[in-house]
């Protein structure tokens, strides 16, 4: 008789819900050419949607305008991998036209980056020198602001370790 194959216990929603808002690094999962390209993001979420700064160059940029239907995963893990968890949130990245609303978004990664005394050299993956101050993300459009969207709860992927 074949054993039975153990299956990770699912998240709860105010489980996954809670690990989107603790953690700020993500990678996003582009459609690609022939295979998948995979993108590490920082994001900030305002409790309803994630946004992402992407730098105007690169491929990422050239998958999103070809295909902006992705998928973000974040996920959690203790150093000896005794407690894990990850959430794949399938949607749709839409770029924020609105001048006020790229404005706040902007001003929630400058407080993001304060408030988790990020290093410096984050700033080189959103195409400024780390030797600027993090204020430059408000007065220099070196980067563009996307927003998941069309995100469904019934296809949210949320998987955790079994608790001891």
Not at 17 to 39: M, S
Not at 69 to 74: L, N
Not at 124 to 141: K, R
Request: net charge neutral; hydrophobic share 40%.
């Amino acid at each position: 008789m074949p054993e039975e194959i153990f299956k990770m216990p699912r998240m709860a929603k105010v489980e996954y819900d809670g690990l989107v808002e603790e953690q700020y690094v993500c990678r996003i999962a582009f459609k690609g050419e022939t295979h998948p390209y995979i993108a590490p993001f920082i994001y900030v979420f305002d409790g309803r949607f994630m946004y992402f700064l992407s730098t105007n160059y690169g491929k990422k940029v050239k998958h999103f305008r070809d295909n902006p239907f992705v998928t973000v995963e974040i996920e959690h893990y203790s150093p000896d991998l005794s407690a894990f968890s990850f959430v794949a949130l399938p949607g749709r990245l839409v770029q924020v036209e609105d001048r006020d609303q790229k404005r706040a978004v902007r001003e929630m990664f400058v407080n993001l980056i304060k408030s988790k005394s990020l290093s410096s050299n984050v700033l080189s993956a959103l195409g400024h020198s780390p030797q600027e101050p993090v204020e430059v993300l408000l007065l220099d459009e070196k980067s563009s602001v996307w927003k998941l969207a069309g995100v469904k709860v019934d296809e949210i992927l949320g998987l955790k370790s079994q608790s001891l």
